[in-house]
Every structure is written in structure tokens, then in C-alpha cells.
């Protein structure tokens, strides 16, 4: 060897030697190639140009199937799609395995690229090495050489025997970009597709060494075996290769075939030399199961087959074939298995029908238990002239033995001018054996029949022979599934291509071979064009369900390339819908510059539905004059679970207008989703288009082969006109069964028992309302919905009165169709045609043949213009509660299982009782918000897993509700999902089914509310969920950074009952809020978009959430701006917990945009009216009066008034005036002792600026009078700039002002060394009553919790009965950096609890253990102790002694300090006037207007401070913030806003970073903010679970 190397000039080879391996590398630049045919078994290149491209061999010892000894490692390496992503540096890498690393290999010859890492362009090269194991890192870099070295790689992507590694980078490796690196070390992400796993072969090829044996034909091998087949593999290289004479070997890799049985090999037949004269092939099989990290090569596990052809592949050559199958021997020529090479006879029948006769290319493929044969072309026929009408054209096809033949495969490829063939059938014939038949009897043509080109045919069932092919129909049909593909080419410059594509489905052992998409059904004229999405229906033996596919293009035409986006591929007969993304162009010059891809399903885009079945539904028109029709045909069957809903019949066929003429009988195979083994009734009918369109149907007849193959045979007879000025002038009918017969696979028949439906007759009477313009020209349509079905769409067209649906008229209609039974539901529509087409529906009242009727309220608009602006609407029956519906709609659902009780015929799966939830589910409120940037949102389906600990939830889905059908980029999105209570939640797993770039999602925060608990989580994100985006994961786990705690909730039931009077439902939303005896709730929208309705007669249950108000005293019913006013009978309030419930009757209208006071219906609790009469004295200052709009809310003992407007006052016609005294007067639920009043104005004239001097409230029942003094501005120039005041009575009876209620807490530190603390300590009680929220018992300053003392602390809360338990922890205290504290522990001896005013006893609780901060190690954070001892109360205990008493009723207000935190960002300003509402534990602060000095406010970047003057509103839970939009610049993006209150200290932050704009963000001008909770250490909640002592 070392003789050869010395004849190479310029080359320097080194020979590195191994045992038992070599390695040979080029290690300078060569000018001449070597080829070092003395190295292993196979000759290789080491030349850049040659071959692979590799200048590096590692060669073996002993060298028999020295391939397989090697890993192929496939890079492909995705440089960005950025400015100057491009280098021309040299790129080199390193592969790193946990059984080595491959050392720097330079990146020299692409596959299918010459100039490589172009931008947006990706590069293939193939490399094989020893097995380095699991691959666990890469390096890659380049040289920096080159003008334009600069690189920015996306990802490296590693394929290894069907595995696929990814490696992310998305950063620049360049000098001048960046960090300034150009090596960069990378490392894999999961990917969850399933791909095919893949095995190495190592093939051998011997041509002859005769005269013109070699060829430049395109190679292809494929392989069967026990376990299946291999994919065909093209043996292509750079080198020439199939030379005379010459041994070619090539490592192949495809799905493991198991033990090897035949091989078919064959060429393209292009070049000027493709004929090819084969001696032989050997192929080396690893018989071990390898998976992609085997272990080293075994010698002993390789197992050697031989193929022997002997033969020409040549069409001019021989018999002329270019595809010949061999049988695998062993070395001594003997057959590894007892197959044998058969001669097929295969006759083509073409039809006797006009223009039948074909001039294209045809090809067959024979398919056998044993395998199949491989397409082949039909060249060779008896006749010059193939495929001609009515003629019988003979070929011969040899291949190895496939068995009993199940199915045929014949396509033409549409060449030449007569392209349309109609193939009547096949037959093949096997000397000795029985012929079998093929019905086709379809044409195969772009512009007949379904537009197929290529069908797959059945064989025909065994002694029927082409006269029994009607019968068999069937069962062919049934072989046969149908495949709906759609094709979305991408949105990109160029993206559409006028090449031909094609299609190749693979299923676990079969696959449906190269299938043209020529016929497109959404885009006939024009397909795969840039964002187009086309719909393929494909009809193929079944497959199975779908594991890849092929795509691939020819290139042809001016614009070839490609850019394929996904596909996607629905498959009824399973129930399963698959998508493929692709995101890659095919094109010669772009992406990799392949035409040929293989994609892989994303399971996680998986869907399923319903499985469908084959029927054969044949349908015979009248032998009557002007029978047929040219209108759209469809059935709908329903059956004893289900429905199919609308088949229309001849879909997607060229030839449907040949369809239903007179004295026609037309067969169908549609696949129908399972509708059960009863079929109860089928409706037929048409769309009522095209000239011909009325029609004379005299019977349809519906086949069904069940699990054994016994065909099934419905009789429907039908015998009557679908035509609008025929008959009735109905387009559809329902049709009941005549008979039903079942037919064995060995002919037996039998009658079965007729389902006991009978058909109905319903009296329809609409009245129009007696509203001015309230008749309709319009055409009109209804449905009804029943237990027993549904009568589809009739139009109601024919009526008493010549003018139809005139105002203040009822008009008379009649719908026959089958019984129904109870019905549940109507549709009522107009199509919104003619002048005069709005319609206001007053009722509709259905009457069956027994005179029993259903009356079905209405009293709406259909109008686009007019109320909702809706012309649709779903009607419900008077009296029905909306649970009755719900059930009834349900077990419709199901399907019709017919039961005769007392001769009436109902639906067994309709329950008579509505369906109970799980009690113990609870609900949880799910906030996601969206990144800001435009291309951070999706349109993928989400859910969401609950985690504590060890328990979690399910996949919980976040349904999008009204409008929204994605996460769009800056929303906040709300989604409410259920599920039992798994207590503190430690994580959630967040994901989606996006397969797509553009469906990549980044989720900035995630926040989980659950409100029976009254905590919120808050998850911070800030990360990609995507398949191209950092680690690629689409399912990610975040833990909580803090919990804010606001108080838990109950849930309630809340039925509500509108009046059975005219008018009296409504469609605006309705707002409800609560009172009670401990206080009230906020106000809670029912909003109709919610699909909640309020109409007459009707109940309805709405889930509600309120905090403990105690027993409750009335509710507030607003009704928001919308078309009626609203009358209801009763609202009922049930405690889900407790089950107490609360009526609330009533008769009073509620007007729109007003509200009405209902009190509850209790003796005990009984509220009277009173008048309120609200005297309101104006100062005496100059100017001191306004022109403004005033509001007053008075606050009592027993809630407040809601909004009232000082409109009208009674001794001055000018309110307000300087000086003036206003009177007004309010009829009012009585609220006791009014203790505080809110009064504002809204700014709205020139002279707004007010001087209040002071309010006075009298009660007209008693005569006390309550004053308010006020002597303040109310005005945004002037004094503090406030426009509302809360203002507080100075004159309240002594009685009333006592001491708050609550708890004093005493706490008392041990005697221990270091006992004492800096931090806060908590409590939380717990009573026979309730538990209270946590109280932090703050330390100020340092001056509690010291060592062996006691501090006292007041607790204000309602009475939780007989204090049982406590809690007790400690907390971080506010500006102490606990990580720096060196104490993080305090020593608790115990704690006192006494309840004030009137406790006269104390509950002692015993503790003597440490507390330390969350987080310690090995250290618990609180305590739960039990009621150690109880004692009288010791007046004169130090820590009382040294307290201030209990704090009495408020004397005065307290000062909160709003800072207000603009974003830095550009144009995060804004001119429009703020507003903000603080909610607090006790109540509040109503609108406040943030007006401050003649200073910009609201700047970028800058702190707007403000000072509100309100009452105490205790722990503030959240606040709104809101701007009117007003202003050049209203946009506005607000970072921040902190609450301090002034009086106690507390202060909150409330993080927001959110745009508050009509066109950013979510859209809105307002946002709802909490603030931040407490910290989450770990990922772990401050407190674990409870831990008894």
C-alpha cells in the first residue's frame, strides 16, 4: 500500500491502525484522488467530489459486511432565516456519545446542495462511524475564512436508524455577531414524534461482464420479508456506479422485514444506456434486533442471502422488463423458502361505453397474501392498439408467488389527447388455479366519475362471477376506505407550485403506493397555490391507520417549487384525524433541495370522532313525468345510538348531474359514522337548486354489512313529490322502514322486527308580535327537536293567509315527519331576503295529532339591525327547566332506543332526571397571558394539569368561549375547568398540539385561581411551547413564584324564574349582587354570550360563587343596556355546601340599565321599604356650585343602596347651586343605621368644580336623620383634586359606636436562647363556625416577638363559634432580607385567644416548638395546635397593659396613596383620563378619577402619585384600573401600580405590564389586577400540609 501512496502527488495519507480497525484520512488538499481498492471488502473514494464526499474511512480487518459494522449518521444542518445568515467559511463538527466522539470532521460535500449554508437553506451529509452510543452533545463550528464568514445556524438535526436528535442553537457563530463565538457546543431536546424505526442492510450488486451490460439508469431495490416490506430505496451515490463487470455495495436503511424472502430490483429506464444486464446481489442482514444505541457489532448475528438474475433489465432487451423480482437463496443457489417464481396472466377488460378507450401509460400492481408485485407497466398486449373500447387486452407478469390474491391496483398517468379510461374489470389467472375477477366499472379520469386517475380494486367474492358484481358491491366497498387529504401550502412568496405531487400512505404492513392528487374538490381550476388549502378524496384498500407518508413533486413546470406547510388526513372509517407538518419547500434550489419528503404524524394533533361505516344506499326515482331532479340530494339517518347528519349523496362526483332522473336507479357507498344496528327512521331531501330541481321519489333502500359480513337491507318507501309548489311544498321527508332483512354471507334471509315509529302530523302557529314593523317578507324556516329525533329544515311556505307573517298575525302551517316524541327544542330562521325582512316573533305554538300542545315563547327580533341583530334563534318550551333540556337534548344525542310504555313510545336513553355533577369537583379559574409580540400566540388546542405533590389532574382543556378561537399575542385569557380539590398546588403542566412553526405559543405568565379556597397562584413563564423555538418541548411544568390569599367562596345555585307575562324575557346581560348579615359581594355578570338566556316562562341554573355573607337579606338585579326590559318571578339562592337555600320573590320590571332591590322571603329576615330623603347643602364660597352630574350611595347596617342619581330635586329647579339646599327622595329596601355616604360627580361641564358643605339622610320611617359633614372640594383643579368623597355620620346613637368585633390574639415568646425573631408571625383560627383567613401579625420595626415576652394583637372578624384549632407560622417580615438574617427561627411557648367585646374566657394554646422561615431545611414553618387549657380573661396582663384597647368604630378616614407606574416603552403614555376602584375584605372604593396637578400624568417611563381619602377598606384584594380613551395618545402601557395605606402601613403591588388600549393587548380599557402574594420557596407553598403534634 505504501508503494500506491507514494505514486499520489500531493497527497499526505494517514494511516492510523486499530484493532481490529483502520482509519484512512486525506490530511492535505489533493490534487489528484485516491481510490484505495485494497482497504476493505468495499472500494471506496476518499475524494470530496466522489461518491460521499468523505475523505475519511474507517476500514475493518476482517471486512465481510463491513457496513454494518458502522452507525449512519444523517446531519442535516439549518442555517436561519435572518440577514447574512449565510457563511462561506469551512464548518466543521464533533459528535459526542457516551461510547466516544467522532473527532472535528470538516463538512465538505453536501447531498443535493453545491453551495452550502446559504441562508434558509438546509444541508444534508451522510456519515458513517462506529456506534458511538446515545448521543449526548455536539460541537460545531467553523474557520471564520471566506468575506463573509458570519453564520447564524438554526438547528443541526441528527437522524440515526429512524431516531431523530435535535440540537437548538438560534445564535450567530461569528466574530462580529453576538458573544463573538464561531464554535459552538450544542445539545439534543426531546422529540415526541414517532418515527419509523429503521435497520441497516448492506446490499451488493454485481452487473455482468457482457457487452453493454452497465447502465445509467436510476437504481431501486426493494425488500420482503416475514415481517412485511421495505420502502423502495433509490442506490444512488456521486460515483458511477453498475458499470460492466463491476461490484457495487451500498448500506441501505428501512423498516426491519424480518426473515428475507424476495428482493425486486429495477431501474427508471432513463439515459441513453439504461439497459442493464444483472449477474447478482448479496445482501447482509443484521439478525438481531438493533435499536438505534445497539451494541457493538456482533459478527455472529449477520445473516448473507443471494439473489440470482442472470437477466436483462432492458425494454429492449429479453422480454422487455425493467423490474424483476428474485428469490432469496443461500450460497449454494438453494431457496431459503419454498416460494417459486408464477406467471400471471393478467386481462384488462375495457368498457362498452362511449369514449372509453384509453391512449395513456397503464399500470398494475398485484397484491396476495404473500406480498404484492410491484407496480408494473402493461407495455406488452395481443393488440397494437391497447386499451381500446370493449376490448380484452393480455399481459404477462412474472413475479414470485404471492398467494391468494385480495386486490388490484390500476392507474393510467393521464398522458396523451384520450387520457379518460372506463375499466370495466380485471381478471388474473394462475395456470392451475381459479380466475380471479376485479370489478372495476368506474371510469379512471380527471373530469368523470370522483376525478380519480388510479383505483384500487377487490377481488370479487368466491362463485360470483361479473353478473352478480351489483350484489358484491358491498362487500368491494367495504375493502375500501376512503381517505380525505388536505393539502395547505404555505403563506410564503412563491409557495405555490404548477408541478404534479404525489402521495404514499404507510400503515403498519401495508401502504397505498404513489397516488397522483389530481383531482382536487376545493380548488378545481387552480390547486397548491400560496395559502391554499386542497381537498383529496383517496380511496384505497385500507391501510390502517396511518404511521408516515411520502410526498414528493416531479419538478416540473415554470414554478416548480414548493412550499408545503402540512397535511392533514381524516380517516372516517377509524374515527381518527392525522396531521403531518411539513414547514419545507421542494425544490432543486431551495431548503435541502429535495422533492421528495417523508413526513411523520404529530399524535399530540391527533383527533378522534365517531367511526364511520360503509352502506350501500341506493335510491330509485318515479317512472312519472318530470320525476327527476338536478338539485342536491341528501339522507340523514337516525339510529339507535346516534345520528349520521347530512349525507349528501354523489359528493365530490363529476357525473352528479347525471344523478336522479326519471325511472333511475342510483347506488351510493358513502361512509356513514356509526349510528348503530337499529336504523329507526332516514329523512331524504334537496337543496331545492338548479332548473330541474322539484323530484318524484319513490324509494331509497339502505344496505349494511354488520360484523359477520350479513348484509342488512332497510326498505324505505317514500312515493310522494320534494317540490316547492307540489303537495305540501316540503324539499324533505322522513321516511320510516317497510321492512328490514337480513341476508347471510351463505344466503340465508331473514325478517326483522320494524322499529315502531309512526309517522306525525304537527299544527305549527307562529304569531308575529304587535310591534310597529314587526311582519317579515322574508322566507322562513324551522326544526324541531324531540326525544325521538328531529324533524330537519321546513320551510315554512304555505299558510292560511296569502301574506304570510303580517304584524299582530298567527299563521298556520303543517309538518309531517316521524313522531318525535316530547319535544325539547325549536329552530326558527329567516334568510333576511326581500325589502321588509326584519320579523319580530311574539310565539310559536306546536300542536300534535292528539291536540297536545308546546308553546314556545319568543318576543325577539330577527333583525341584523334591530335588538341582538340575530335571525336565528333557539326557542325552548314554556314551562321546561333548562336542566329537563339539557337531559332530553342529551340522550337524543345517544341515539333512539325505542320503549312502548301504555302505548306511548319513548326514548329509553332520555332520562327522566337531569344528570347530577360530581360534588366534589370545584372550579378552577385558569388566566394565561400571551406574549406581545405578533407571532407569540396560537390557534393549537391547550389544557392545562393540576399538580400537588404526588396528586394531579387530568388534561383539563381551556376551551376558548364566544368569539375567541385562539391565544392571541398580549391577551389575558380567562378559562374555567373542574376537577376535585387536590389542595395546594405545587406545579401545573402546561401544553398544546401545535405542529406547526406558526403555531408556536410564549406564555408570559399563567395565574390559577381557585375560588373556594381564595387562593391564587402565580406562575411566571416566559418561555417558548414550540416545535422550532428554544428546547422545543410543547408540554411544560412551571412551579408558583407566590400565593395571594383573598378570602374563600361558596358555591352556590342560583335558579332564576322569568314571569309568564308578555314581554318579560330578555336578552341583555343581568348583573346580581348579594347581601347578608356579614356583608355583601361584588357584583357577578350572567352574560347571555355565555349561552344563559332569561325568557319568558323559562328556569334556568347558574353556578355562582359568594364569600360567607352569613344568612342572607336581599339581592340587587341589574339589568345592563340591552333591547328589553326584564320581568322575573323569583330568584333562589341554595347553598352547595350547606344546601340552605333563600327565595327572593318579585313583581316589579327592571328597566334597562337599571336596578331593583329584592328582599329575601323570611320572617325572620324581612327588610321593609322606606324613603330616604337625601338633603344635600351646597357651601357658601364663590363659584362653590356645579353643573355636574351628582351620584350618592348610602351605606348601611344592612348593605347599601347601589347608585343613585341626584337628578331631580325638590326645592331647586338649579341643583347644586351656592348655598342651595337639594332634596331628594328615595323609595329603598331599609339598610338600618346609615353609617357612611359615597358622593361624587363625573366632571362633565365647564363649572364642575364643587364645594360640598354637607349630606344629610333621613328616614321617613323613623324620622332619625344621619349627617354628613363634608366642607370639601369636589373638583380636578382644586384642592386635593378628589371628585367623590366618602364622608362618614357624625351623629350616630352612642349604641352603634362600639368597639369592632373580632379576636385578641396574644403571643408569647419562650425563655430560650435566640427564642426571639425579626420576622412576622401568622395565625389562622379555626371554629366550630368556619375558619378565619390568615392574619400577619407584623413586626414593626423589631419591638415584638423578643425573648420570654408577650405582644397583643386585635384580629377583626366575624364569630367562627368555639375556636378549636389555630395555625401559627412565620412569615418573612417586609425589608428584612431573609437570606442575610442569620436567625430564621423563633421559639413559640404559646399563644392566647380572646373574643371581643363581652369574652370573658380565654383559650390557651401550648406550643414549645420552633418556628422557622419556609424553606428551612429539615425545619417545619408552622404549627397546628389544639386548645390546650381555657381561663378567665386577666385584665391586667402585661400585654394588655402595655396595648392599646381594641379599636372603636372609625372616627375618621383613612388616606390610601396610589403610585402609579407608566411602562418604558415607546408610546406607553397616555392622554385619557384614569380612573381606579380599590377592593378591599370590607367593602370598595367605588370609581375614583386619578387627577392630580397641571403636570403631565401618566408619562413613559414616569411614577404619577396620587392621595385617595376613603373609608377603611381592610387586606385589599385587587383593584381595576381603566382609562376613558379620551385624548390624541389614549394608548397606554402601565407597569405597575402600588397601594399604600397611609394610616396602617400596608402597602400593595399590583404588577401589570400590559397595554390598556382598544387595538393592543386584550383589547380592552381596563384590567383587573392583584397583587403580589406571598413567596414561594422552592416551588414549595410556605406551608405544608397540616401536621398534628
Not at 444486464?277 to 459478527?299: F, G
Request: proline residues 3%; glycine residues 8%.
Amino acid at each position: 500500500m505504501l508503494s500506491e501512496l507514494a505514486e499520489v502527488l500531493y497527497v499526505m495519507v494517514a494511516v492510523i491502525l486499530f484493532v481490529p480497525k483502520m482509519v484512512v484520512r486525506v490530511v492535505h488538499e489533493a490534487l489528484y484522488k485516491y481510490y484505495p481498492e485494497s482497504i476493505g471488502q468495499k472500494s471506496e473514494w476518499l475524494a470530496d467530489d466522489e461518491d460521499d464526499g468523505a475523505i475519511v474511512r474507517e476500514a475493518f480487518v476482517d471486512s465481510e459486511a463491513a457496513l454494518l459494522r458502522t452507525t449512519l449518521y444523517k446531519i442535516k444542518i439549518k442555517t436561519g432565516d435572518v440577514f447574512s445568515a449565510g457563511t462561506d467559511a469551512d464548518v466543521y463538527c464533533c459528535l459526542y456519545g457516551d461510547k466516544g466522539n467522532t473527532g472535528q470532521i470538516k463538512l465538505r460535500e453536501a447531498i443535493h446542495t453545491k453551495n452550502k449554508f446559504e441562508r434558509g437553506r438546509t444541508d444534508t451529509f451522510d456519515l458513517e462511524r462506529e456506534d458511538l452510543g446515545k448521543l449526548e452533545s455536539l460541537t460545531i463550528g467553523h474557520d471564520g475564512t471566506g468575506p463573509s464568514s458570519g453564520w447564524y445556524l438554526d438547528s443541526v438535526e441528527i437522524e440515526i436508524a429512524g431516531d431523530l436528535f435535535i440540537f437548538p442553537c438560534e445564535k450567530w457563530l461569528s466574530k462580529h455577531e453576538d458573544d463573538g463565538v464561531i464554535e459552538r457546543d450544542l445539545y439534543p431536546v426531546e422529540d415526541s414524534t414517532k418515527y419509523l424505526a429503521k435497520v441497516p442492510y448492506q446490499v451488493e450488486l454485481t452487473t455482468s461482464d457482457i457487452t453493454s451490460a452497465g447502465t445509467n439508469a436510476d437504481v431501486f431495490v426493494q425488500l420482503y420479508g416475514s415481517e412485511g416490506k421495505g420502502e423502495v430505496v433509490n442506490l444512488d451515490n456521486k460515483s458511477d456506479n453498475f458499470e460492466r463487470g463491476q461490484v457495487d455495495t451500498f448500506k441501505i436503511e428501512c423498516r426491519d422485514v424480518g426473515e428475507v424472502h424476495k428482493l425486486r430490483v429495477g431501474h427508471n429506464g432513463k439515459g441513453a444506456q439504461s439497459g442493464w444486464h444483472l449477474e447478482k446481489i448479496v445482501l447482509y442482514r443484521a439478525t438481531q434486533k438493533l435499536t438505534p444505541h445497539n451494541a457493538r457489532w456482533d459478527k455472529s448475528s449477520v445473516k448473507k442471502y443471494y439473489f440470482t438474475c442472470n437477466r436483462w433489465l432492458a425494454r429492449s432487451e429479453d422480454d422487455g422488463e425493467i423490474v424483476r423480482e428474485l428469490i432469496a437463496t443461500d450460497e449454494n443457489g438453494e431457496p431459503i423458502n419454498s416460494a417459486e417464481m408464477i406467471t400471471y396472466t393478467v386481462s384488462v377488460h375495457t368498457s362498452d361505453v362511449s369514449g372509453a378507450g384509453t391512449d395513456c401509460n397503464v399500470f398494475a400492481t398485484l397484491y396476495g397474501e404473500n406480498g404484492d408485485s410491484g407496480e408494473r407497466s402493461l407495455r406488452k398486449s395481443d393488440n397494437i392498439n391497447k386499451f381500446e373500447r370493449n376490448q380484452v387486452d393480455v399481459f404477462n407478469m412474472t413475479v414470485v408467488d404471492l398467494g391468494v390474491l385480495t386486490k388490484v391496483k390500476i392507474r393510467h398517468d393521464d398522458s396523451g389527447s384520450q387520457s379518460a379510461w372506463h375499466c370495466s374489470h380485471l381478471e388474473v389467472a394462475v395456470e392451475g388455479q381459479p380466475t380471479r375477477v376485479f370489478p372495476c366499472q368506474r371510469w379512471l379520469a380527471t373530469d368523470e366519475d370522483d376525478g380519480q386517475i388510479s383505483r384500487e380494486l377487490a377481488v370479487l367474492p368466491e362463485g360470483m362471477t361479473m353478473a352478480d358484481a351489483g350484489e358484491a358491491n358491498l362487500h368491494l366497498a367495504k375493502q375500501r376506505t376512503m381517505y380525505h387529504v388536505t393539502v395547505y401550502t404555505g403563506d410564503l412568496f412563491g409557495a405555490g407550485t404548477d408541478a404534479d405531487v404525489f402521495l404514499q400512505l404507510f400503515g403498519a404492513s401495508e401502504d397505498s403506493g404513489a397516488i397522483q392528487l389530481k383531482s382536487c374538490k376545493s380548488n378545481s381550476i387552480n390547486k397548491f397555490e400560496r395559502d391554499a388549502k386542497d381537498l383529496f378524496y383517496v380511496e384505497c384498500i385500507d391501510v390502517g391507520n396511518i404511521e408516515y407518508l411520502k410526498v414528493w413533486t416531479d419538478g416540473a413546470g415554470v414554478g416548480s417549487d414548493w412550499f408545503l406547510e402540512r397535511i392533514s388526513i381524516d380517516i372516517p372509517s377509524l374515527g381518527v384525524k392525522r396531521t403531518f407538518p411539513c414547514e419545507e419547500w421542494f425544490g432543486k434550489n431551495e431548503s435541502d433541495g429535495q422533492l421528495e419528503k417523508t413526513l411523520y404524524p404529530a399524535v399530540d394533533a391527533d383527533k378522534s370522532y365517531k367511526k364511520s361505516t360503509r352502506w350501500e344506499i341506493t335510491v330509485y326515482t318515479s317512472d312519472i313525468r318530470h320525476a327527476g331532479t338536478d338539485a342536491e340530494v341528501y339522507i340523514n339517518m337516525f339510529g339507535n345510538k346516534g345520528r349520521s347528519g347530512r349525507i349528501v349523496l354523489g359528493e365530490g362526483l363529476k357525473e352528479r348531474d347525471d344523478f336522479f332522473e326519471r325511472a333511475s336507479v342510483d347506488v351510493f357507498t358513502p361512509e356513514i359514522p356509526d349510528i348503530g344496528e337499529e336504523v329507526l327512521k332516514l329523512q331524504v331531501g334537496h337543496d331545492g337548486k338548479g332548473r330541474g330541481d322539484g323530484w318524484h321519489c319513490e324509494k331509497v333502500v339502505a344496505k349494511c354489512l354488520d360484523e359477520e359480513n350479513s348484509a342488512v337491507t332497510y326498505t324505505f318507501p317514500c312515493g310522494r313529490w320534494l317540490d316547492k309548489e307540489e303537495e305540501d311544498g316540503q324539499l324533505q321527508v322522513d321516511l320510516l322502514p317497510e321492512s328490514v332483512v337480513k341476508k347471510t354471507a351463505e344466503g340465508e334471509e331473514t325478517n326483522l322486527d320494524v322499529a315502531k315509529l309512526k309517522n306525525e302530523q304537527y299544527t305549527i302557529k307562529v304569531h308575529t308580535g304587535d310591534k310597529f314593523g314587526a311582519g317579515t317578507d322574508a322566507n322562513c324556516y324551522l326544526s324541531l327537536y324531540g326525544t325521538l329525533g328531529d324533524s330537519g329544515e321546513r320551510q315554512l311556505s304555505k299558510s292560511e293567509h296569502r301574506d304570510k307573517f303580517q304584524r299582530n298575525q298567527t299563521d298556520t302551517f303543517t309538518v309531517e315527519c316521524a313522531e318525535l316524541g316530547e319535544i325539547y327544542k325549536l329552530v326558527l330562521r329567516e334568510d333576511d331576503t326581500n325589502v321588509g325582512a326584519d320579523w319580530f316573533v311574539a310565539s310559536v305554538l306546536v300542536v300534535d295529532s292528539n291536540n297536545n300542545e308546546t308553546e314556545f315563547p319568543c318576543e325577539m327580533w330577527f333583525s341584523k339591525s334591530k335588538g341582538d341583530k340575530k335571525i336565528k334563534r333557539i326557542l325552548y318550551p314554556k314551562g321546561m327547566t333548562m336542566d329537563q333540556i339539557e337531559a332530553a337534548e342529551k340522550g337524543a344525542k345517544k341515539g333512539i332506543v325505542v320503549k312502548e310504555v301504555d302505548g306511548k313510545i319513548t326514548n329509553e336513553n332520555v332520562s327522566e332526571e337531569p344528570e347530577v355533577k360530581d360534588s366534589t369537583d370545584i372550579k378552577y379559574v385558569v388566566t394565561i397571558e400571551t406574549g406581545p409580540e405578533s407571532d407569540m400566540g396560537t390557534d393549537a388546542d391547550a389544557y392545562i394539569v393540576l399538580k400537588s405533590g404526588e396528586e394531579s389532574s387530568e388534561e383539563l382543556s381551556l376551551y376558548h368561549t364566544g368569539d375567541e378561537e385562539e391565544f392571541k399575542p398580549g391577551r389575558q385569557q380567562e378559562f374555567e375547568v373542574e376537577f376535585k380539590d387536590i389542595g395546594d398546588i405545587s406545579s401545573i403542566l402546561i401544553g398544546h398540539n401545535g405542529v406547526l412553526a406558526s403555531e408556536g405559543w410564549f406564555i408570559a405568565n399563567v395565574h390559577v385561581t381557585v375560588p373556594t379556597t381564595g387562593a391564587r397562584y402565580h406562575f411566571p413563564c416566559q418561555r417558548w411551547l414550540a416545535r422550532d423555538r428554544g428546547d422545543r418541548k410543547l408540554v411544560v411544568e412551571f412551579t408558583p413564584s407566590s400565593v395571594q390569599e383573598f378570602g374563600s367562596l361558596v358555591p352556590h345555585i342560583m335558579t332564576v324564574s322569568t314571569a309568564d307575562v308578555e314581554d318579560a324575557g330578555t336578552d341583555s346581560d343581568v348583573l346580581i349582587k348579594v347581601f347578608g348579615q356579614s356583608g355583601s359581594s361584588e357584583q357577578i355578570t350572567i352574560s347571555s354570550n355565555n349561552g344563559v338566556r332569561f325568557i319568558r316562562a323559562m328556569t334556568v341554573n347558574v353556578p355562582i360563587e359568594l364569600p360567607d355573607l352569613g344568612p342572607l337579606t336581599r339581592i340587587r338585579a341589574e339589568l345592563a343596556e340591552g333591547s328589553n326590559n326584564w320581568l322575573f318571578d323569583k330568584i333562589t339562592l341554595k347553598n352547595s355546601d350547606s344546601g340552605e337555600e333563600f327565595i327572593f320573590a318579585n313583581s316589579e320590571w327592571i328597566e334597562k340599565g337599571s336596578s331593583i332591590d329584592v328582599p329575601v322571603q323570611s320572617e325572620d329576615l324581612q327588610t321593609d321599604k322606606v324613603v330616604y330623603k337625601v338633603t344635600v347643602q351646597t357651601s357658601d364660597l364663590f363659584a362653590c356650585g356645579t353643573d355636574a352630574n351628582v351620584f350618592i350611595i348610602l351605606y348601611g347596617e344592612t348593605g347599601d343602596s347601589g347608585t343613585l342619581p341626584l337628578k331631580n330635586s325638590s326645592t331647586n329647579t338649579n341643583k347644586f347651586e351656592r348655598n342651595n339646599t337639594d332634596e331628594f327622595e328615595f323609595p329603598l329596601l331599609s339598610l338600618g343605621l346609615v353609617k357612611r355616604v359615597r358622593i361624587w360627580h363625573d366632571d362633565s361641564s365647564v363649572a364642575s368644580s364643587w364645594h360640598l358643605a354637607k349630606v344629610t339622610v333621613t328616614d321617613s320611617s323613623s324620622g332619625q336623620e344621619f349627617i354628613f359633614p363634608c366642607n370639601k372640594w369636589l373638583s380636578s383643579r382644586k384642592d386635593d383634586k378628589n371628585l367623590s368623597r366618602d364622608l362618614l355620620c357624625e351623629n350616630l346613637p352612642e349604641e352603634a359606636v362600639q368597639a369592632k368585633e373580632g379576636y385578641e390574639i396574644i403571643v408569647t415568646v419562650s425563655n430560650k436562647k435566640e427564642s426571639g425573631t425579626n420576622h412576622d408571625i401568622w395565625v389562622s383560627l379555626e371554629g366550630k363556625s368556619g375558619t378565619s383567613e390568615k392574619l400577619q401579625l407584623k413586626n414593626n420595626a423589631g419591638r415584638f416577638f423578643n425573648k420570654a415576652t408577650s405582644d397583643l394583637f386585635f384580629f377583626e372578624c366575624g364569630d367562627l363559634g368555639g375556636i378549636t384549632h389555630l395555625r401559627v407560622g412565620l412569615a418573612p417580615r417586609e425589608g428584612v432580607d431573609a437570606e442575610k438574617d442569620a436567625i430564621k427561627q423563633c421559639h413559640l411557648h404559646q399563644v392566647t385567644v380572646n373574643r371581643v367585646p363581652g369574652g370573658v374566657t380565654e383559650q390557651v394554646f401550648v406550643c414549645n416548638h420552633w418556628l422557622s422561615l419556609p424553606g428551612t431545611p429539615g425545619r417545619k414553618s408552622y404549627r397546628k395546635l389544639a386548645v390546650t387549657s381555657t381561663q378567665p380573661v386577666n385584665p391586667d396582663h402585661p400585654a394588655r397593659v402595655k396595648s392599646a384597647p381594641p379599636p372603636s368604630a372609625p372616627s375618621s378616614l383613612t388616606t390610601y396613596r396610589v403610585d402609579v407606574k407608566t411602562a418604558d416603552k415607546f408610546a406607553a403614555g397616555t392622554d385619557a383620563n384614569v380612573y381606579i376602584t380599590l377592593f378591599g375584605k370590607t367593602g370598595d372604593s367605588g370609581k375614583q378619577a386619578l387627577v392630580g396637578s397641571g403636570k403631565n400624568l401618566f408619562e413613559r417611563n414616569e411614577l404619577s402619585s396620587f392621595d385617595l381619602e376613603l373609608t377603611d377598606l381592610g387586606r385589599l384584594v385587587k383593584i381595576r384600573i381603566e382609562h376613558d380613551n379620551s385624548g390624541l395618545g389614549a394608548s397606554w402601557c402601565l407597569d405597575h401600580v402600588i397601594v399604600t395605606n397611609v394610616t396602617s402601613g400596608d402597602k400593595y403591588t399590583f404588577p401589570c405590564s400590559q397595554w390598556i388600549d382598544k387595538k393592543k393587548g386584550n383589547k380592552e380599557l381596563f384590567r383587573v389586577l392583584w397583587p403580589e402574594g406571598r413567596k414561594v420557596e422552592g416551588g414549595e407553598l410556605e406551608e405544608p400540609a397540616d401536621q398534628e403534634e
